[in-house]
């Protein structure tokens, strides 16, 4: 073992992310890893396969490494557990069939050109050539999912659809408006015939999709009782009842809808439905931002607030971290906001994203809660936190090991927490908190009944239609959003629960400590230690904080 590396455990990690990010030039940019921000993943059959073989093979070495203390142990474990899963995927290849609007080769390729460094020459340089390689990357995954057909495997006509529409707005100037935000005076010819090229790719792409893939895709949308439980052991890191999580999200979701009458009362007390009270608080002005700079600046503002409200008192916030971004997500991105880890060396820092959707004048009344959620202290807290305990994880655990049952369930827990310290006193803000919880108790049910072919409200059997109309009228989602979400389910399955899910464990966890440690409970206390930890599947995360002594 290198003197650099605390255990033969922390050195293969290390050695796992370097392999890693030879292998998927995207990983790397998205990592900071520089060496390949001029070229793309191969995303072909065989790249897939040279993917799995690598995770196959650092399992086998993984195996006989004995870890030497409890620091070692869990970094072990996730890395199987996190490893094995991925593996699971692969050679089921439902790695390469299961793709949708906001996971696929498609929007992995554009988003990466959104966080490229693209000033210094040879920074242009390769931005030009990663351009050049975007018709390449798109032929690899095509022949990918050609392949797979040959043999009966093949994604919905849903997502195909979805997708091919995606690459059609792409095509429309995606990758050449990227030259020219970065060389508006024409002073690089070959990196704007690169966009251009990128563009024509996309639309070709598209059109692939539609004419010789469609007639191929899967009529179903469902994906059965078996695959699902696979899915959702994935995106949880834990074995759940499906009808038992089922039945919690129809109760949940009715919990939380009869608070949100209560708070309509103070809005529009004569609303025969939620959906007038959100059509109204729609057209209120206090709740419109007009403009793109202007929502973006309020978003930095509102962010930037929250870090002085928390730190110090609930968390203590490292410097380094203080700062999160805000930018326009790229357009052709599904219709929620998200967020992305900084750079290992924090030289790029934590950003959230925000989907315009080709509007200028954006509603506010549901934004503070989502972005507790996706900033602080939500998911930057939690990820920013993970990048710099480089002494307690292992580099696996920092960049590669983010499971979403553990960190979507922590940024649920943060618009709980918000709520707890009294951050929705005005009823509007109050309603768009409530209807994000809505929303992610409405996944659970929609999402299970839809793929395992549980009975809906109406005695017919979930689906598209009934699962819009739930997003609409009980989570009071827009015409839009609820049409992107129901896709986004069909397309993800058992992603879609692990907010929720993730929620109850983070809140098991701390009432359970609570109960254990009395008088000797701290909140703040409680946070830093569940947040170092680091990225793990829930159930052996709900172990590790059973442990916890309180310091």
């Not at 179903?220 to 890191?237: I, K, P």
């Not at 202290?377 to 920013?384: C, E, I, M, T, V």
């Not at 009071?476 to 049409?483: G, N």
């Not at 109850?504 to 230690?529: P, Q, T």
Request: charged share 25%; net charge negative; glycine share 8%.
């Amino acid at each position: 073992m290198s003197s650099a590396y605390r255990s033969p455990i922390f050195e293969l990690s290390d050695e796992y992310i370097s392999g890693l990010a030879a292998l998927s030039p995207i990983s790397a940019t998205n990592l900071g890893v520089p060496g390949y921000d001029d070229r793309l993943d191969d995303f072909s059959l065989d790249g897939s396969k040279e993917m799995a073989g690598y995770i196959r093979t650092t399992l086998q070495t993984l195996e006989v490494l004995q870890p030497g203390d409890d620091i070692d142990r869990i970094a072990k474990a996730v890395m199987q557990e996190r490893l094995s899963s991925e593996l699971a995927l692969y050679d089921s290849h439902e790695h390469d069939v299961l793709w949708n609007v906001i996971s696929s080769p498609v929007m992995n390729i554009r988003q990466v050109f959104e966080i490229m460094p693209r000033e210094a020459p040879e920074e242009i340089k390769n931005m030009t050539s990663r351009l050049n390689a975007v018709a390449v990357a798109h032929k690899t995954w095509l022949s990918c999912i050609d392949d797979l057909a040959k043999v009966g495997r093949t994604t919905s006509r849903r997502q195909t659809l979805k997708v091919a529409e995606q690459l059609e707005a792409f095509s429309k100037g995606a990758y050449s408006g990227i030259a020219k935000q970065i060389d508006s005076s024409m002073r690089y010819p070959e990196l704007h015939a690169a966009g251009v090229g990128a563009d024509k790719s996309a639309g070709e792409t598209g059109q692939w999709l539609k004419n010789e893939y469609l007639s191929r895709s899967n009529p179903h949308d469902a994906v059965g009782a078996a695959r699902y439980a696979a899915c959702a052991r994935h995106f949880t890191g834990a074995s759940l009842d499906l009808r038992a999580t089922y039945e919690w999200g129809l109760e949940d979701l009715a919990q939380i809808n009869e608070r949100m009458w209560r708070v309509a009362a103070k809005i529009k007390p004569n609303a025969k439905t939620l959906r007038e009270v959100a059509d109204h608080l729609d057209n209120d002005s206090k709740y419109v931002v007009d403009g793109k700079d202007a929502l973006l600046q309020k978003l930095k503002d509102f962010t930037q607030a929250a870090v002085e409200q928390m730190d110090g008192i609930h968390f203590d916030i490292d410097d380094r971290i203080k700062f999160c971004d805000v930018r326009l997500a790229p357009e052709g991105s599904a219709s929620a906001p998200y967020y992305q880890s900084p750079s290992e060396d924090l030289s790029r820092p934590g950003t959230t994203w925000y989907p315009a959707l080709g509007k200028d004048s954006f509603k506010w009344w549901d934004l503070p809660s989502t972005w507790y959620h996706e900033a602080v202290p939500g998911h930057h807290l939690q990820s920013a936190v993970a990048i710099i305990e480089r002494e307690r994880l292992s580099r696996f655990q920092r960049t590669e090991a983010w499971t979403s049952g553990y960190g979507e369930g922590w940024a649920l827990y943060a618009e709980r927490l918000m709520d707890e310290l009294g951050a929705f006193g005005d009823p509007g803000i109050e309603m768009g908190f409530l209807s994000g919880q809505a929303l992610r108790a409405a996944r659970v049910v929609v999402d299970i009944g839809m793929h395992l072919g549980y009975t809906d409200y109406n005695g017919e059997v979930w689906n598209a239609r009934s699962a819009y109309e739930v997003l609409m009228n009980r989570a009071l989602l827009d015409d839009a959003h609820a049409s992107s979400e129901v896709d986004r389910y069909l397309g993800w399955p058992g992603q879609a629960i692990s907010y929720k899910v993730g929620e109850r464990v983070w809140m098991k966890a701390r009432e359970d400590a609570k109960e254990r440690l009395g008088a000797n409970f701290s909140l703040k206390k409680f946070h830093s230690y569940a947040l170092k930890l680091g990225p793990m599947g829930l159930d052996p995360f709900a172990v590790e904080m059973s442990n916890w002594d309180g310091n």
